[in-house]
């Protein structure tokens, strides 16, 4: 798979193996692509991307790293997939600027001020880009891993990205890997609007082990 210049030092010093941040990459790169031309079958005009990028941000640094502070209001889509008892959470975040440009390619009328106010169709329509973008990363996963995750209903919230990302962790009761996540920055293009999407790979290792045995080989972690 191509280097495209991780750090793995530093990726390594989170208990995160090159081989799995190299199979992640590739998993993020034909997700994203094949979102890319889902989202431009569904708005009806031509969407690029950039190749996403996956860093290790800590926890401290998260929503400050997405958003202008931890008071900023987001959208975010959980989706928690499943295979068996083995778990794989995305979680979505666009920040307000995004989130509005998603409207505006959507719905006719002013643009919303206020994510907070935001009516009905709106959100529906926040969730479903973001829906398109998550499900195409975990057929990746399966494509790559031939396995079969298979994921629940997505959940949109729109609150201050301080109070989700709390939440998130306290209700999932995640695995954090020295308080490390992985992030893939997305960016997707229109001819008149731009969509920055944060994708967040919930910490699991076991999830994670069990993708990259299925992508390796179930001795990898025996071996590598």
Do not use: W
């Amino acid at each position: 798979m191509k280097d495209l210049g991780h750090d793995y030092e530093k990726f390594a010093d989170a208990g995160y193996q090159d081989f799995e941040i190299e199979a992640l990459q590739e998993i993020a790169n034909v997700g994203v692509g094949h979102a890319a031309t889902a989202l431009s079958q569904l708005l009806h005009r031509r969407v690029d991307m950039s190749v996403p990028t996956i860093e290790l941000v800590h926890f401290t640094q998260l929503g400050t790293r997405i958003a202008d502070s931890l008071e900023s209001v987001v959208s975010s889509i959980l989706v928690d997939s499943i295979e068996g008892d083995k778990m794989f959470n995305l979680l979505l975040i666009f920040d307000k600027e995004s989130s509005i440009n998603i409207i505006n390619i959507l719905k006719s009328g002013e643009p919303p001020e206020s994510l907070s106010t935001l009516d009905e169709v709106s959100q529906s329509i926040i969730l479903e880009t973001g829906n398109i973008l998550l499900l195409h990363t975990i057929s990746a996963i399966n494509q790559f891993a031939e396995s079969a995750y298979f994921p629940k209903t997505p959940q949109l919230s729109i609150d201050m990205i301080g109070s989700i990302l709390d939440e998130i962790i306290s209700r999932q009761n995640i695995e954090l890997k020295k308080e490390s996540f992985l992030l893939i920055e997305c960016n997707i293009f229109t001819d008149k609007e731009s969509l920055k999407g944060n994708i967040i790979i919930l910490p699991n290792e076991s999830g994670i082990k069990f993708i990259m045995g299925k992508l390796y080989g179930e001795d990898i972690y025996e071996t590598g």
